[in-house]
């Protein structure tokens, strides 16, 4: 399998590059003691009156500091308790999408905004025979999606029309971390019911990244979607003039990717653009685990819909600039190397 995990602090990588590593905890306190040192030396040059005033300004500090710690305590429990509360919606959504449960008329009555949209003499489109939940919810919610929709290949969208539903566990402190589950119908491309990917964070007030560790992927035999298979002549060494045909694998583009986060060299050789990249790589993943948590995950249905698409330009290279747009959804496959399988 592949060891899927990196550690992703910036502060980490940049110390990696020179001297071995510290730890986030070893890289905070020889900040906070450097500010102290800062702090005396200021101190020793300030007038007696105005050190006195800055003494109780520090005394309103601390009462601040005790003030604020009770509020991130508390809002760490209101967020655990609205997961909660928002865990039988979530299911709900779940059996609606999957033809496992029908609304009822009182239902979908309720829903705010829910409008009947009908040009005048024009039919509305017929159910399918038999159609249940609906169809391509998470795929399409997906490809509507400005960051998602640039890592999706051809090949993907067949192996994610199996994907059932996205959930999101937060850590028991949800400063702490969270975890991305990708449920799955059986198919043709790996056994594997789910996929995960679990994001672990440092920090209080400014929460940073720790590490990410991704899962193993049990892809079926020839439908790996992370690799093309390259047919290459290669010389024989027995023999000089005759060749032989060889089969091999090259990593690709593919979604799928995202269950392999980028792994942090531990080569001190390693030079700075290539440590600039790799941190810009580890930034890109763990925004992208944010669009999930944050975005995608609790607006599914608005992404389905395409209402919760951007009509504001977006930053350069995360949208492509030949997406075609159908009733109004972005449905076009942004330009991504193709992963061929042969």
């Given at each position: 399998?592949?060891?899927a ?25 020889e ?20 050190l ?34 928002y ?7 779940r ?13 979908i ?48 969208e067949e ?32 056994t ?46 027995a ?32 030079s ?42 977006m ?7 030949d ?20």
């Amino acid at each position: 399998g592949i060891n899927a995990e990196y550690m992703g602090s910036p502060l980490l990588l940049t110390s990696m590059h020179r001297k071995p590593p510290q730890t986030e905890n070893e890289a905070m306190a020889e900040e906070k003691e450097k500010g102290l040192e800062r702090a005396r030396a200021n101190k020793n040059v300030m007038p007696s009156d105005i050190l006195r005033r800055v003494h109780f300004l520090e005394a309103l500090h601390t009462d601040y500091t005790a003030m604020h710690d009770q509020y991130l305590a508390e809002m760490r429990e209101l967020e655990k308790r609205y997961e909660d509360l928002y865990a039988p919606l979530y299911s709900k959504r779940r059996d609606i999408v999957q033809g496992q449960l029908e609304p009822t008329e009182d239902e979908i009555a309720a829903g705010s905004k829910i409008t009947e949209v009908k040009e005048e003499g024009e039919e509305p489109p017929r159910d399918e025979e038999g159609q249940k939940g609906i169809p391509l919810f998470w795929l399409t919610a997906l490809k509507n999606n400005e960051m998602t929709e640039d890592i999706i290949t051809d090949k993907d969208e067949e192996c994610l029309k199996s994907l059932l539903d996205i959930t999101c566990k937060n850590f028991e402190d949800p400063n702490k971390g969270f975890t991305l589950t990708f449920h799955f119908e059986e198919n043709p491309y790996f056994t594997n019911a789910e996929l995960t990917k679990t994001y672990h964070l440092v920090g209080e007030e400014e929460i940073m990244l720790e590490k990410a560790v991704g899962c193993d992927i049990d892809w079926r035999e020839n439908k790996n979607l992370t690799v093309v298979l390259k047919k290459k002549k290669q010389r024989s060494k027995a023999q000089a003039k005759t060749t032989r045909t060889v089969t091999k694998t090259e990593p690709c583009n593919s979604f799928f990717n995202f269950f392999t986060p980028p792994k942090v060299p531990m080569d001190a050789e390693d030079s700075d653009d290539e440590l600039d990249e790799l941190e810009e790589l580890v930034e890109t993943d763990y925004e992208l685990g944010r669009a999930f948590k944050d975005r995608i995950i609790p607006k599914a249905v608005d992404w389905y819909t395409g209402e919760a698409i951007t009509t504001m330009p977006m930053p350069m290279g995360l949208r492509g600039d030949d997406d075609d747009e159908v009733g109004g959804m972005k449905m076009s496959q942004a330009g991504q190397p193709e992963c061929k399988q042969q």
